[in-house]
């Protein structure tokens, strides 16, 4: 799972915090996904080989 984030997104920092914490959606995320993180607002230049 994708999950477009940022470090300056509130709305996202409110999902995370009062949705994925739910014990159902916790379970689900620890045990049935593979969880990346993509930080929208971070400008971070990468390496010409990655």
């Known amino acids: ?3 477009f984030t940022g470090h300056t997104c509130v709305n996202c920092w409110k999902m995370e915090e009062r949705v994925w914490s739910e014990e ?3 379970n ?3 045990n049935d ?3 990346v993180s993509l930080y929208v607002d971070d ?6 080989s990655e």
């Open 43 to 48: 400008k971070w230049e990468l390496p010409e």
């Open 33 to 35: 996904v593979v969880l």
């Open 24 to 26: 159902k959606i916790l």
């Open 1 to 3: 799972m994708i999950d």
């Open 28 to 30: 689900i995320l620890k």
